[in-house]
């Protein structure tokens, strides 16, 4: 029965957009302070590692916890006035701020606790152009292939889901 083939995959859309409900967004990254001062932008998962209680400023209550063994951005304080600086994050230019929430980095069974805030990074004006890895959108990119893909099995059908039934011949 070819109609037995829309329940898993409905689930499948249904499962996958839940998956990406929580993260806070591609601009979104944890700022861990120190010398220099770090921001982690791959996204991990939600939690409450020190069981904090409910976080009031997300829709599920949990913490945005961030991954540190992936790529990170330093962020450079211009106190000497040498100008822009391509590869970090510039203070000075306002290339990020804090949002006011509290966030986590893990760090191999350990959390540190940092500031969430939102960042932009080699500003085009100074840098060059300014594309944005396709990891930021993979999931648009996702969601377009299944979308064609399912309109593709509809029309032409797929090895399997076209077998025949049961006592009938085939000729």
């Not at 806070?24 to 791959?42: E, K, M």
């Not at 913490?63 to 590869?87: K, L, V």
Request: proline share 5%.
């Amino acid at each position: 029965m070819k109609h037995s083939f829309y329940i898993p995959f409905l689930l499948f859309v249904i499962i996958s957009l839940k998956s990406f409900a929580s993260d806070p967004g591609p601009n979104y990254g944890c700022v861990i302070q120190g010398s220099p001062a770090r921001l982690y932008f791959s996204y991990s998962t939600d939690g409450n590692p020190f069981n904090w209680g409910a976080n009031p400023r997300t829709s599920n209550g949990l913490y945005h916890i961030y991954n540190n063994n992936s790529s990170n951005y330093d962020i450079y304080n211009d106190t000497q006035g040498d100008g822009y600086h391509c590869g970090v994050i510039n203070s000075k230019y306002g290339e990020y701020t804090q949002v006011g929430e509290v966030c986590f980095v893990s760090n191999g069974g350990g959390y540190t606790q940092g500031d969430l805030a939102t960042y932009s990074v080699n500003n085009s004006t100074y840098c060059g152009t300014n594309s944005l890895p396709i990891d930021n959108h993979a999931v648009i990119v996702f969601v377009l292939i299944g979308i064609g893909g399912f309109f593709y099995i509809r029309k032409y059908g797929v090895g399997f889901f076209d077998l025949p039934s049961k006592g009938s011949a085939v000729v």
